[in-house]
């Protein structure tokens, strides 16, 4: 998520605004469409521009750190869907809390990645409503150790230098350590400086009693919240005595210390460059003054933390109203606020999820009919789709849409380009999987048709058997067809081989296919199969016309066999097939050379029909006898 504050760089669009119109635009799934519009900015109107311009191109998209952020957060998503509504509350609401930590991490580690604190804000709305008294801060407490992450750098190389304590950033790693609540580290630091200064040891060894001793509260331990709070307020009281007793007077470092862990407002206010945002103070101020804060206390503190660190002149950002908004639990005002303030749905879109899975949002009906969950994970997903890859991610989320979903995927479904057949088969089980036969034929149709082009006719038959599309498939069977009458001989043999019923989705595609097995009977010497087969092809009229000749000239190594393969009958159904095909109109396309070529077949068929008319008459009067 980008900073709001941060300008964006301006985009010039070209003659927009040179004829003094007003200015349209449009959301895109990913991109801002901008138009000139019919209307003058004064006067009647006039004849606008015909050009749209596209002035904006989701950039958070082609991150790969955020493409990271999109796919794990994705398997969150879908791991929340599958909680059962029947499960006990109680069950449910641990199961919600383990989403949520989910959630973070990602978010956590997107953010340690970016190197930066963008999304630090984000953060931390996905728990705060989760949180109990004492918990709450320990939480706070990582956000804000997470977003001034630059304080461990600059601690290694404080300790890293050749004299830590004469280091001129010393003092800063120091108090930047305690207002994290980091005692140990700090006490750690300051050991440098105790051993420098003998005479001054029980000074730093007070100190470091004083941070020792600082009560944590542990959510999991036996320790209840009212113990804590007891040895809390005694360790308090003890900081409170050291400073009225002028314990630290000899060193101001050791002394703005100890007022930091009494709460003293004016020298954490004197930190500002050390905290830098008012919700860093807010989480050590709430650390040294009250850190039992409950969730519904929180807004107040929250609201007068950035009063105190803004003062009255500075004015609040976006992203710091949608913080305040939060700690008010004002969940609606947060997801409306959030949804203008930055560039992309994700974040909205999930939390609202969550949200809604909790019922901790009073989801309202949108003026067409879906809810509010349901129209910012639509939204989130449209824009997933306009990626190469991260459309796959975008079919779980429209699956989870129960109101507009499928048609939302319908639609989007069909602009994810084909580029590789892999890609096509894999946006083709999708369609299948959800019974989108619509798109199933329309995917199979444009994958057909690119194979056809490419003269990869067995792809382009398997595409059609695919789409069921009958017309084609017929097409792509003639293919195949004049393609053996030039090569003499079949190519994709495997798929012919195994066509099966599919063979049924036209008469072409019949013919090729037990055309083809007409091939491999005569290859595997059953002689008597392919001669029935072949028969049947003519008479019951399965081939087409132009091909008649052609099967009866296969027909010649059969009839030349010294064994007799056509019966007497099915010698007289030969005979009447080249006698209807002769009867029949001459193709006048045919050169003089072709119709010589085409007399000679007839005459050598012919001939051997006769002679094997003799051999089957003599064959089977014999075997009569």
């Not at 307020?233 to 470092?253: G, I, K, M, V």
Request: proline residues 3%.
């Amino acid at each position: 998520m980008e900073e709001v504050d941060v300008e964006p760089s301006t985009t010039l669009i070209p003659s927009a605004g040179f004829h003094r119109k007003h200015l349209g635009f449009e959301w895109g799934p990913g991109d801002l469409l901008v138009y000139e519009t019919n209307y003058k900015l004064q006067g009647p109107r006039s004849a606008g521009s015909p050009f749209v311009h596209i002035v904006r191109r989701d950039e958070d998209i082609c991150s790969p750190i955020l493409r990271k952020l999109f796919n794990e957060s994705h398997l969150i998503f879908v791991g929340l869907q599958k909680i059962k509504e029947d499960i006990p509350s109680k069950n449910k609401k641990s199961q919600f809390v383990s989403i949520s930590k989910n959630y973070r991490s990602v978010i956590r580690a997107c953010m340690e990645e970016l190197q930066q604190n963008a999304a630090d804000r984000v953060f931390v709305l996905f728990s705060v409503s989760t949180q109990n008294a004492g918990s709450l801060l320990l939480h706070l407490l990582d956000w804000v150790r997470l977003h001034k992450s630059d304080v461990d750098a600059r601690a290694r190389e404080v300790l890293q230098s050749d004299s830590p304590a004469q280091h001129q950033s010393y003092w800063d790693v120091v108090i930047s350590l305690v207002l994290q609540g980091r005692t140990d580290e700090a006490r750690q630091v300051l050991s440098k400086q105790a051993s420098l200064r003998e005479e001054s040891s029980s000074v730093f060894k007070s100190m470091d009693g004083l941070l020792q001793t600082m009560p944590i509260f542990n959510p999991t331990g036996t320790q209840t919240l009212t113990e804590f709070e007891v040895k809390w307020r005694h360790w308090h009281e003890e900081c409170d005595r050291c400073l009225q007793e002028n314990t630290f007077a000899s060193n101001r470092h050791l002394e703005t210390i100890c007022k930091i862990l009494v709460g003293d407002e004016d020298t954490l206010l004197e930190q500002k460059e050390l905290l830098s945002t008012w919700y860093h103070f807010l989480v050590t101020r709430l650390l040294f003054t009250h850190p039992t804060i409950k969730p519904p206390d929180l807004h107040y503190y929250a609201q007068s933390s950035m009063n105190m660190f803004l003062g009255p002149r500075a004015s609040p950002e976006p992203l710091d109203i949608i913080l305040l908004s939060a700690f008010e639990f004002d969940l609606h005002q947060v997801i409306k606020d959030c949804s203008i303030a930055l560039n992309n749905w994700w974040f909205v879109a999930h939390l609202t999820d969550l949200l809604d899975h909790c019922k901790l949002l009073q989801s309202h009906n949108l003026h067409f009919g879906s809810n509010l969950r349901e129209f910012l994970v639509l939204e989130y997903a449209s824009g997933l789709f306009t990626h190469h890859s991260l459309w796959q991610l975008a079919v779980d989320y429209f699956d989870h849409c129960p109101e507009f979903g499928r048609v939302y995927l319908e639609l989007q479904i069909e602009r994810v380009p084909l580029d590789t057949e892999r890609k096509a088969i894999k946006v083709l089980r999708i369609c299948e999987d959800r019974q989108m036969s619509e798109q199933v034929r329309s995917i199979c149709k444009i994958m057909a048709k690119r194979a056809l082009r490419n003269n990869r006719l067995g792809s382009a038959l398997s595409w059609s058997i695919r789409a069921k599309d009958a017309a084609f498939a017929t097409l792509i069977s003639e293919r195949f067809l004049q393609d053996y009458s030039n090569k003499g001989s079949f190519t994709d043999l495997d798929l012919l081989d195994n066509l099966g019923p599919a063979m049924l989705l036209s008469d072409r595609l019949t013919f090729l296919g037990k055309y083809r097995e007409f091939h491999r009977l005569y290859g595997e010497k059953r002689f008597s199969e392919a001669a029935r087969l072949l028969l049947s092809l003519m008479t019951a009229k399965i081939a087409p016309r132009s091909l008649w000749m052609t099967l009866l000239t296969d027909a010649l190594p059969l009839l030349e066999q010294k064994e007799v393969i056509f019966s007497v009958d099915q010698t007289y159904e030969l005979m009447s097939c080249l006698e209807e095909l002769n009867s029949g109109t001459k193709d006048s396309n045919l050169t003089d050379q072709d119709e010589d070529i085409e007399s000679t077949k007839t005459e050598l068929l012919r001939l051997a029909l006769a002679r094997n008319l003799t051999m089957a008459i003599v064959k089977e009067g014999t075997i009569e006898t």
